[in-house]
């Protein structure tokens, strides 16, 4: 084992697999192992584990927008750096998506096309009778795409990736997986 990519959950996980393998990566082989933690509060214990307190691997990873304090003061309590700021995270190959990476991925792709993917799952009239719903009548086609996903998301997202033009790959995802 040479590195770890930290990411909060299983859908985050199966982006970045599918990413390595559409890029002919085979991760095990390369001693790298894409780790979900269950969520960011979680960060403080994998970088005891994994980081240089620890077995001292390579680190990555990824998180929401809305966990960017809770990985930064991980990695400051870690003894990863101090003051922190998105750059310096980035330096040492952790990466914050944009609301989320659902988000990050609709957008990359657009409405459209994950409709056309919702539709080769079977699956586009729930989306259009979830859109029918009062509680989604004020949110855009983007989120209420990303709403919908919500629980589908772990099967959804090595489809969303594999849909994605390659040079079209949102850049959390495709730094984190490039920084080891």
């Known amino acids: 084992m040479r590195g770890i990519v930290l990411v909060e959950g299983l859908s985050d996980r199966a982006a970045v ?3 390595a393998r559409r890029r002919g990566r085979d991760l095990d082989a390369e ?15 994998f970088l005891d584990r994994y980081g240089p307190r ?18 930064r003061r991980g990695l400051e309590r870690a003894g990863l ?5 998105r750059a310096g995270m ?26 056309e993917i919702a539709e080769a799952q079977g699956e586009l009239g729930s989306f259009r009778t979830f859109q029918k719903q009062p509680a989604q009548q004020e949110r855009n086609h ?5 709403r919908w996903l919500g629980n589908r998301k772990i099967r959804y997202a ?6 994605l033009d390659p040079a079209g790959v949102p850049r959390p995802l495709d730094l984190v997986l ?3």
């Open 54 to 71: 620890g077995l001292d691997l390579g680190l990555a990873g990824l998180c929401d927008a809305g966990e960017e304090d809770e990985f």
């Open 158 to 163: 090595p489809l969303l990736v594999d849909a």
């Open 142 to 146: 983007e989120q209420q795409l990303r």
């Open 90 to 115: 980035e330096r040492l190959g952790f990466y914050i998506c944009v609301a989320d990476l659902e988000d990050e991925l609709i957008r990359a792709l657009g409405a459209a096309k994950v409709e």
């Open 17 to 19: 697999e599918a990413l």
């Open 178 to 180: 490039a920084h080891l």
């Open 81 to 85: 750096g101090t003051d922190l700021d």
């Open 31 to 45: 001693g790298v192992s894409v780790v979900p933690m269950g969520g960011a509060q979680a960060i403080g214990r």
